[in-house]
C-alpha cells in the first residue's frame, strides 16, 4: 500500500521539520540473487527468494510514490544481480553524475549501465579516475559531503569529487567490515543547509573520524548495534518522513522523539546482499 502524507499536515505536526519531495533513481531486482559473497552479509550457499525481494522493493517503490517522491527506473540488466543497490551506481549534485568505478569485479559492469542511464537522461557525465561506490559512499549533508574510505572507495576519489562538485568533503574512514559503506553506518536526517542533521553508530569508525563527528554533528542521533545491524541507519529522509529498517524500533523512537515521521518497510531479503532502504535508493539532484 502506497504511503501518502499531506505536506502541510507534517510541516505543522513536527515545526521546523519539512518534508520536501525527492528525485530519486531506483532499479527493479528481477535478477538479484546471492551467488557470490563481497560483503559478510552475503551467503551463496542459502537459497534467495527473488519474487520476494521484487515484493519487498515494491513496497518502498510504493511508499516513495505515495510521498510525492518523482522515482525514476532504470532497466536491470541480467547478470547483474546487486544492480538493485542503486545508490552505488554514482553521485548526482547540481545535475552532475560521477560514475561509480566498483571495487570487485563481479560489480564493475554496473558503473557504464548507469553513466549511460545518467547520459540518456540528461545529466553531464563526470567518468571516474579513481575507485568509488558512489552514494554508497558518499553523502550530501548541507553543502559538504561526507566521504567514506576502508573498505570500497578510495580515498583519492574524495579529492576528485571535491573538484567536481567544489564543495568540502570530510573524509571519514569506517573500520567495521559489516559497515562497508558509509550509508550504512550514518544515516543523512535533513541535508537542508543551516538545518543539517545525522545519525550515526560509532563504532563503524576510527577514532580519528569519530573526533570529526562528535565535533560537526553534536547533535546527531547515536543508533544502538541492534538496530544498525538490521541496517537501520541505511535510510533515506525527505526531511521529515524517514523510510527506514521496519526491525530497526529504538531507531524509531528516536526519530519520533526528535519530530521525524519515521516509516518502517521491510526489506529483509535485500539485506542478504548487504543492502537496504538507502542502498535501493539514488538521489537525482538537478
Not at 579516475?129 to 559531503?145: C, Q, W, Y
Not at 535533513?190 to 573520524?209: C, K, R, V
Request: glycine share 8%.
Amino acid at each position: 500500500m502506497a504511503v501518502t502524507v499531506d505536506p502541510i499536515t507534517a510541516a505543522r505536526t513536527a515545526p521546523g521539520r519539512v518534508p520536501i519531495a525527492r528525485s530519486v533513481l531506483m532499479c527493479r531486482p528481477e535478477h538479484f540473487t546471492v551467488v557470490y559473497r563481497i560483503n559478510p552479509w552475503m551467503d551463496p550457499a542459502l537459497p534467495t527468494d527473488t519474487d520476494l525481494a521484487v515484493r519487498q522493493w515494491e513496497m518502498l517503490y510504493d511508499t516513495y510514490v505515495g510521498l510525492g517522491f518523482d522515482v525514476q527506473l532504470i532497466d536491470p540488466v541480467d547478470g547483474l544481480p546487486d544492480m538493485v543497490y542503486a545508490a552505488n551506481g554514482g553521485m548526482v549534485v547540481d545535475g552532475i553524475a560521477y560514475g561509480a568505478s566498483f571495487t570487485h569485479p563481479e560489480r564493475q559492469p554496473e558503473g557504464s549501465a548507469y553513466m549511460e542511464w545518467f547520459a540518456q537522461n540528461g545529466f553531464d557525465v563526470a567518468e571516474p579516475e579513481n575507485v568509488n561506490e558512489g552514494e554508497g559512499d558518499f553523502l550530501l549533508v548541507g553543502d559538504t559531503i561526507l566521504a567514506g574510505t576502508g573498505f570500497r572507495s578510495d580515498s583519492k576519489s574524495h579529492e576528485e569529487i571535491a573538484r567536481i562538485y567544489g564543495r568540502e568533503v570530510v573524509t571519514l574512514t569506517l573500520v567495521n567490515p559489516s559497515f562497508y559503506h558509509l550509508d550504512t553506518a550514518v544515516a543523512v536526517l535533513d541535508s537542508a543547509t543551516g538545518q543539517e542533521h545525522i545519525a550515526y553508530l560509532p563504532s563503524a569508525f576510527d577514532e580519528p573520524s569519530l573526533e570529526i563527528l562528535r565535533a560537526r554533528h553534536p547533535d546527531a542521533i547515536i543508533v544502538n548495534e541492534e538496530d544498525a545491524a538490521v541496517l537501520g541507519l541505511n535510510s533515506f529522509s525527505d526531511g521529515y518522513n524517514v523510510v527506514i529498517a521496519a526491525r530497526a524500533k529504538d531507531f524509531e523512537r528516536q526519530l519520533r522523539e526528535r519530530g521525524y515521521n519515521p516509516i518502517g518497510v521491510d526489506l529483509s531479503e535485500l539485506l542478504r546482499g548487504g543492502g537496504g532502504v538507502k542502498c535501493c535508493t539514488l538521489e537525482l539532484r538537478r
